[in-house]
């Protein structure tokens, strides 16, 4: 079992920046791959950034340029830095891991509120 616990959200005003972290214990980090999602009221919950166990990293066109997804193994972290931050990306932020090996899982973490003031 992954347990993940997500930090760093709160309020920012528009063209800010915000640092969330994902830390991950249960199981060896490093055979993780990650992601953040998000979802607003009323909307699905969406892919913002994935990170494989190999950095490879991949980003939603909305995300592009102005999120970058991070992992440290040495710390069982995961981090979203979000800069120029825009109102519609207002949202909870919940990471994801998925196991490398084994059955085909997901786990989520409780979320995260980010909330962006324009």
């Known amino acids: 079992q992954v347990q993940l616990v997500e930090s760093g959200g709160g309020l920012v005003q528009a063209g800010g920046s915000l640092r969330l972290s994902c830390a991950a214990s249960g199981t060896i980090f490093s055979t993780l791959d990650m992601g953040w999602y998000r979802q607003a009221p009323g909307k699905q919950r969406e892919l913002v950034a994935a990170?494989?166990?190999?950095?490879?990293?991949d980003y939603a066109d909305s995300v592009k340029g102005r999120f970058t997804i991070s992992r440290d193994n040495a710390k069982n972290t995961v981090y979203l830095q979000m800069n120029s931050l825009k109102s519609e990306d207002t949202a909870v932020y919940y990471c994801?891991?998925?196991?490398?090996?084994?059955?085909?899982?997901?786990?989520w973490g409780q979320g995260t509120q980010v909330t962006v003031s324009s």
């Open positions: 994801n891991a998925a196991p490398v090996y084994g059955p085909k899982r997901s786990f």
């Open positions: 990170i494989t166990r190999a950095a490879t990293t």
